[in-house]
């Protein structure tokens, strides 16, 4: 980091010891100084127009304190304390400031939140067989992989920092494989990039094990020792074909032989698992039939072998209690899932209604499924809501308070990790922006206003986190030798080779979903929207993944970073282009029964016929509708536990009049 003499950000970059980053960050990182010192709210404000139309006064501190205490007192004396609902995410990261919001709610005995949105389908499919959320380090892969599959994953967009590990891999001769019906910067760096149907791994999953088993390329002392595999599993694969697959997939059947004799060849393959590969009606069975891979050859015998989805049960040892205020919590209060905020703000038969909704580092309306309907909630005359934020984002035009958020610069943190394993510490670098204040010390502010005035609402956001670290048994920061901690789990550990995380510690083929209508064993599951005879005159999949110059909501507010994308594109294959009379450069509507967007359309064969796409997080504001691509996704939950399937859904296309 370094500042200019009148203390403006002019470089962030990476630090060159740590571990994983190796001095490596991605270039919208680097550009941080955009939103720093770019379109910030600096002052508390209340609401002087209609909601939504972002027409804000300023008032002070004090005021905005006394009309959130005076408002949710209001509502609560009428409907009870669970009227009050906070709705909060992953826009910090880091423990100390994401947990504040929690110590508020358990103290106020407010509705609690489902955390739903990013990560759970593919926990429930990784739990479902592995068990634990853990896997060889990006070290291994560099080191000792031979084969690395990278499986629903645009890692050069979304994880960059994994690119290099996976560079020096290939360096040492290692192959590259890409699974994704989308050729992403990722997919075009592949030796070999497969490009299946959304939606369909569960089935290429299912027909490489068939493949593997019929030719005797599985690994029968490994199944026995470490897994639940038995003669009806074996019985199972072994009917799956490659043609069977190529029909549901479309990947050629010589190529899906091809791949499962690739894989069983290989003396270490690593699969990197994308949470992207999840976020399907089908997603938690797709990941676990894919997860079942390494464990039919006994890949995770070798260093570098296996699979990993994510690290964090490296971090166990983490205890958050005394931030997220865990003695408060009361299992009979009720948890809203996050990602159905749009039903939940518009149900009128919900017991309790929501009339105090608190948004902090979380933009629902433009990240949260059906954004229209959420945005009908916000507009709701009873619906008091109020925003912590750094930016205008999609929903703090709808606050009405709207509070002005520290960035990481601006405030003090323990972040951990869930592609590597380290825990960082990071401190103040330059101070808080005009009025700002860190979620720390809003949330204790608010609380002492509310008239709850116990140590946690007392500490600072440094003896928070020693607090923290105390609680967890871990070095206290003095003793830290570098500003990280490195948790990596030992060898054996990282490649389950003491068992797996069930009780008979052996990996699961059969997983236990608590699901009657899911599949016994790997399969496809015909589950997707294009299996959805409603959504038949919608006849193109849709998918909305991350794009490359933003990180979520964060960076959309940024100008430079608007004009650099371009105006919203929708990425057409030639042949649904020409069906349709459309041509490159034109705008297009992609429509649904949630909603109509216009787009630019960009017409490519990076996408699979059948396909269309565009790389998301714009703001609303960026579409002539005023709402983002979220307006055309479904909200229906995913089994087993919840989660939208984000690139499941159907658009009809045509030319825009
Ligand atoms: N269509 C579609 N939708 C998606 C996805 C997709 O792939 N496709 N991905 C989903 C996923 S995986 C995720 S994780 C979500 C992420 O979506 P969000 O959680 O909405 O996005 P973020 O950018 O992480 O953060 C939200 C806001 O937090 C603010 N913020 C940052 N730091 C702080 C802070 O310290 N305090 C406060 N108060 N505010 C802060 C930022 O300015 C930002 O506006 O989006 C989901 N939505
Ligand atoms: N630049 C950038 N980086 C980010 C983010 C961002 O917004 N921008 N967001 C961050 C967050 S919060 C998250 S959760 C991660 C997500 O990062 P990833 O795990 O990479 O997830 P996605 O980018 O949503 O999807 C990855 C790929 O999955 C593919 N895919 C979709 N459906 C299927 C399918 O059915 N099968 C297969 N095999 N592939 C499929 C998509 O085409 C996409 O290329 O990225 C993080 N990094
Ligand atoms: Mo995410």
């Not at 880091?94 to 593919?122: D, N, P, Y």
């Not at 089935?203 to 020792?225: P, T």
């Not at 038969?349 to 979380?362: A, F, Y």
Request: charge should be negative; hydrophobic fraction near 40%.
């Amino acid at each position: 980091m370094q500042t200019g003499a009148d203390g403006q950000i002019t470089k962030i970059s990476g630090d060159p010891d740590h571990p994983f980053t190796q001095g490596v960050i991605c270039g919208k990182v680097s550009r941080y100084s955009e939103i720093q010192h770019g379109p910030r709210i600096l002052q508390p404000m209340r609401r002087n127009g209609p909601k939504g139309v972002a027409d804000f006064v300023p008032i002070s501190w004090d005021e905005a304190l006394d009309r959130i205490a005076e408002g949710w007192g209001r509502r609560i004396e009428q409907h009870g304390a669970q009227t009050i609902w906070a709705h909060w995410y992953g826009g910090t990261m880091g423990v100390v400031q994401r947990s504040a919001v929690e110590r508020l709610v358990h103290r106020g005995g407010f509705s609690r939140m489902r955390k739903t949105l990013c990560f759970a389908i593919a926990a429930a499919g990784w739990s479902a067989g592995v068990g634990r959320g853990l896997g060889p380090s990006a070290e291994d892969l560099a080191e000792q992989s031979d084969l690395i599959i990278l499986w629903g994953i645009n890692a050069v967009s979304t994880h960059i920092n994994l690119m290099g590990f996976v560079k020096r891999a290939r360096a040492r001769g290692a192959r590259l494989i890409v699974v994704d019906p989308y050729r992403t910067r990722t997919a075009k760096l592949a030796d070999w990039h497969i490009q299946p149907r959304p939606g369909t791994d569960g089935a290429l999953a299912r027909a490489l094990m068939g493949v593997m088993l019929r030719e005797g390329l599985a690994d029968r002392d490994y199944l026995a020792q470490l897994t639940d595999f038995d003669d009806a599993v074996d019985a199972h694969m072994q009917a799956a074909t490659a043609q069977w697959a190529e029909a549901i997939t479309g990947v050629p059947a010589a190529d899906i032989d091809a791949f499962a004799r690739e894989y069983a060849a290989a003396s270490a393959p690593y699969i990197r698992i994308g949470i992207g590969m999840t976020r399907q009606n089908n997603g938690a069975v797709n990941l676990h039939a894919v997860s079942c891979l390494p464990a039919l050859v006994g890949a995770w015998k070798k260093r570098g072998g296996g699979a990993l989805l994510e690290t964090g049960d490296a971090f166990k040892a983490l205890n958050l209690d005394a931030a997220r205020g865990a003695q408060w919590i009361d299992h009979e209060t009720r948890v809203l899932d996050m990602s159905q905020i749009s039903r939940i703000l518009t149900d009128e038969s919900l017991e309790t209604p929501i009339t105090g909704l608190l948004v902090m580092h979380s933009n629902p309306v433009g990240s949260c499924p059906d954004s229209s309907k959420t945005i009908r909630g916000l507009c709701r005359d009873d619906l008091f809501t109020v925003v912590h934020e750094q930016v205008m984002s999609d929903t703090a035009r709808f606050a009405d308070i709207l509070l002005p958020a520290t960035t990481f610069l601006e405030h003090d943190d323990l972040y951990k990790s869930y592609g590597q394993y380290t825990v960082q510490s990071s401190d103040v670098v330059v101070p808080p922006s005009g009025e700002a204040l860190s979620n720390h010390d809003f949330i204790n502010r608010l609380a002492q206003r509310m008239g709850w005035d116990e140590p946690g609402f007392q500490m600072d956001a440094k003896q928070m986190r020693a607090q923290m670290l105390a609680d967890s048994g871990l070095p206290p920061l003095e003793a830290w030798p570098q500003p990280w901690l490195d948790m990596t789990p030992d060898e054996e550990a990282r490649h389950f080779r003491n068992g797996f995380g069930h009780a008979d510690g052996r990996f699961r083929f059969k997983p236990d979903w608590g699901d009657a209508a899911m599949p016994a064993m790997p399969d496809h599951w015909a589950v997707n929207r294009r299996d959805d005879a409603q959504s038949a005159q919608y006849p193109l999949d849709f998918m909305t993944p991350p794009a490359h110059e933003v990180l979520n909501t964060t960076f959309t507010a940024s100008q430079k970073a608007r004009d650099k994308r371009g105006k919203p594109t929708l990425l057409l294959h030639p042949d649904d282009a020409a069906a349709r009379g459309i041509v490159d450069g034109e705008r297009v509507v992609a429509y649904n029964a949630l909603a109509h967007l216009v787009f630019i359309a960009k017409i490519s064969d990076v996408v699979r016929p059948g396909l269309c796409l565009t790389e998301t997080n714009y703001a609303g504001e960026e579409f002539e509708q005023g709402v983002g691509p979220n307006a055309l996704s479904h909200a229906d939950p995913v089994v087993p536990a919840g989660g939208p399937a984000f690139h499941d859904n159907r658009v009809e296309v045509a030319k825009a009049s």
